[in-house]
């Protein structure tokens, strides 16, 4: 069993920053894929970010390359979403998701998650 917990999100202003960070629990993580989605009112969960936990790549949703990083800390078991200019349409609850076993390339589809954080909401004002 996987426990992930987020935190991080907030309200801010257009054009500004936020870190996200999500701490997971429950095994010794080694070549599990690491996701952030998001969910906005009425919208589907869609897919953000995500990073390979065996050598750290990372592949991004079009809509947030060039303004998300993601990062993860293997001695923390902590996998972090730093957002900088940020613009009203980021508005969303922000989940981390795990997908179990061997994994060498990224999935961005929500159902090929196995594990899901509770979600941290973050608001960005114009």
């Known amino acids: 069993q996987v426990q992930l917990v987020e935190s991080g999100g907030g309200l801010v202003q257009a054009g500004g920053s936020l870190r996200l960070s999500c701490v997971a629990s429950?095994?010794?993580?080694?070549?599990?894929?690491m996701g952030w989605f998001r969910q906005a009112p009425g919208k589907e969960r869609e897919f953000v970010a995500g990073?390979?936990?065996?050598?750290?790549?990372?592949y991004y949703a079009d809509s947030v390359k060039g303004r998300f990083t993601i990062s993860r800390d293997s001695a923390k078991n902590t996998v972090y979403l730093q957002m900088n200019s940020l613009k009203p349409e980021d508005t969303a609850i922000y989940y981390c998701?795990?997908?179990?076993?061997?994994?060498?390339?990224?999935?961005?589809?929500?159902?090929?998650?196995?594990?899901w954080g509770q979600g941290t909401q973050v608001t960005v004002s114009s």
């Open positions: 990073i390979l936990w065996t050598d750290g790549r990372t």
């Open positions: 429950g095994r010794t993580f080694s070549s599990e894929l």
């Open positions: 998701a795990v997908r179990t076993g061997y994994n060498i390339g990224f999935y961005i589809s929500k159902n090929q998650y196995h594990y």
